[in-house]
């Protein structure tokens, strides 16, 4: 019964939303990419249609790999994002796993502690965090943010992991232990290989989140040279005359190439990671 | 083995995560609300004043203009962002072509680094060069097209709208998966006994997404509340803080004013509503 008339109206009810969110979601990345390979002459012209680009150039590719750090920043930004994932990643396990698979007193309220240490947003410990920092010496040291990242990144992992650990099943590791196995061989040998899929999902959110995390970076790193690329790009890249903003949107085009791969091809465990928490299975 | 007890083996296994979060969140916690009870130049010993930072703050027509200001944008941005994510998510609750690509393309505004993409932003809505108002002005809108971020009530409606387009997708997305997992049975024996479109929408779709609407819903109001990165990018809290949040007002008075007590007693504002969210959240999490 489906009629030529019947594939259109069917067509129109998913593309004409669908198409609606896809233009709104991704023009701003569209108007990055054209403003990145404009001339200068063509950005700052009113009477050139402004949606397309006339002769597109990468001057402010070369600027801005040649005249601004940004290749340093993006050397520390993925520095830092890699150390605080995998430090994340180990002593959120160390958290789970427990968690997971033992009965011991006390450990719902660990849970919960965990969680709630999670929600807790940055604004709330940036003032007293920085002093802190200040006392140890560490302003303007990469090593600040790989220390401070992970306290909202270990929480975070910790959640994802154990609800990744429930769903492994038991007998492996029973069986081990009555082979002989003590905890740690079955943990190490048994257990954590199984957990490909959760480690991967929450690496790549850990991941992101450093890549994304603005506000501890903006107050502990005031140097050039050990800035991230958010706090580069916004603290050195805005400046005061109109013509730059090729180069602000070079950068941040680049700044968000790595995260889009990574994402792009994990998207199904990010989407699983992603929902996780929220959808009962 | 003693170390093959559960109990042993748990808590040795996380003395050190939990060392670690005591070390750089509880007690920069506990440290932060005593120095909101000092007067604490930067660089300088503090002394204790008890309330008066909290009681000055009570004084300040500044302090309670950001609290409103803080309020109308988690509102309206979370409402938006609620209605705009079940619109998403039922649009792609529907079998259509090259969906995954689809979904992967919506999800890209939540992914990118917020401050890269606030920055298109900025510029999307530059006062002399807007992309923004040069299309309202093709379509026939009077020159030179509104100040976006330079008119009080404009640049709230901008931050609103900018949070609620990166937002958006965690809800849709995150609203998708919830509607996956309703039975299509429920829908068939509905239509059978005459439930129209709303009726199925608001009978069958809505109770059995409330669990994740309000799970999403409580995250999402607890980051928007304390959200700095966007506004600190597009407005710096301006014009004359009208922008202004609780995460943005505290960072301009410890970090530009140097005053580490007085900000860390605004941020502490927060608080009490944080709080409550997230005990709220924390123990719905946990009847799951």
């Known amino acids: 019964m489906v009629t030529g008339e019947g594939h259109i109206r069917q067509a129109l009810r998913v593309w004409l939303p669908v198409g609606f969110f896809l233009v709104v979601a991704l023009f701003p990345f569209y108007w990055m990419a054209i403003t990145s390979i404009k001339p200068n002459s063509e950005l700052y012209n009113k009477n050139v249609m402004p949606l397309i680009v006339h002769a597109p150039t990468l001057k402010h590719y070369v600027d801005l790999l040649t005249k601004s750090s940004f290749l340093l920043w993006t050397w520390n930004t993925m520095l830092v994002a890699v150390v605080s994932t995998a430090i994340s990643l180990i002593l959120g396990t160390m958290l789970a796993y427990p968690l997971a698979r033992m009965r011991f007193a006390g450990a719902s309220l660990i849970a919960m502690t965990i969680a709630a240490i999670y929600l807790v947003p940055q604004p709330l410990l940036f003032i007293p965090l920085a002093d802190v920092i200040n006392h140890l010496h560490l302003g303007n040291t990469l090593t600040s943010v790989i220390l401070t990242y992970p306290t909202m990144l270990v929480p975070f992992c910790a959640w994802l992991l154990l609800g990744y650990f429930k769903t492994v099943p038991k007998e492996l590791e029973e069986a081990a232990r009555i082979d002989g196995a003590s905890r740690v061989q079955t943990m190490w040998t048994i257990f954590l290989p199984l957990c490909t899929p959760g480690f991967i999902s929450a690496g790549i959110f850990a991941f992101t989140l450093s890549q994304n995390e603005f506000l501890y970076a903006l107050i502990f790193l005031t140097k050039s040279s050990v800035r991230t690329v958010p706090v580069g790009v916004i603290a050195e890249l805005i400046r005061g005359d109109v013509f730059y903003w090729g180069q602000l949107m070079a950068g941040a085009l680049l700044g968000s190439i790595p995260v889009a791969i990574i994402y792009s091809f994990f998207v199904e465990h990010y989407v699983a990671g992603l929902t996780a928490g929220s959808v009962k299975a | ?288």
């Open chain 2, 1 to 288: 083995m003693w170390l093959d007890r559960q109990d042993v083996f748990s808590w040795l296994m996380m003395a050190l995560p939990l060392a670690f979060l005591a070390a750089l969140v509880g007690y920069p916690f506990f440290y932060g609300i005593l120095l909101s009870l000092e007067d604490r130049p930067v660089a300088h010993p503090g002394t204790f004043v008890g309330f008066k930072n909290f009681v000055a703050n009570a004084h300040d027509p500044v302090f309670w203009r950001v609290a409103l200001n803080t309020f109308i944008y988690t509102g309206v941005a979370t409402l938006l962002k609620m209605v705009g994510g079940l619109g998403l998510a039922l649009a792609m609750n529907q079998h259509f072509r090259m969906k995954n690509l689809v979904r992967a393309l919506l999800l890209l505004p939540f992914i990118v680094p917020t401050v890269l993409s606030t920055v298109a932003w900025l510029w999307m809505l530059d006062p002399a060069f807007s992309v923004v108002n040069r299309m309202l002005v093709a379509l026939g809108w009077p020159r030179p097209g509104p100040s976006w971020l330079g008119n009080p009530t404009l640049a709230m409606v901008s931050i609103i709208v900018i949070n609620t387009w990166r937002g958006l997708p965690f809800y849709g997305i995150t609203l998708l998966a919830g509607l996956q997992t309703v039975p299509s049975e429920l829908y068939e024996a509905a239509s059978i006994d005459g439930a129209g479109g709303w009726e199925r929408f608001r009978f069958i779709t809505l109770p059995m997404l409330r669990p994740i609407i309000l799970i999403v819903t409580l995250f999402s109001v607890i980051f928007t509340f304390a959200d700095f990165q966007l506004v600190y990018v597009l407005t710096h809290g301006g014009p004359a803080n009208a922008t202004q949040l609780f995460a943005t007002y505290a960072f301009d008075i410890a970090m530009n004013g140097g005053q580490l007590g007085l900000g860390a007693s605004v941020a502490l504002a927060m608080l009490p509503a944080l709080a409550l969210l997230i005990v709220l959240l924390t123990v719905y999490l946990r009847r799951e």
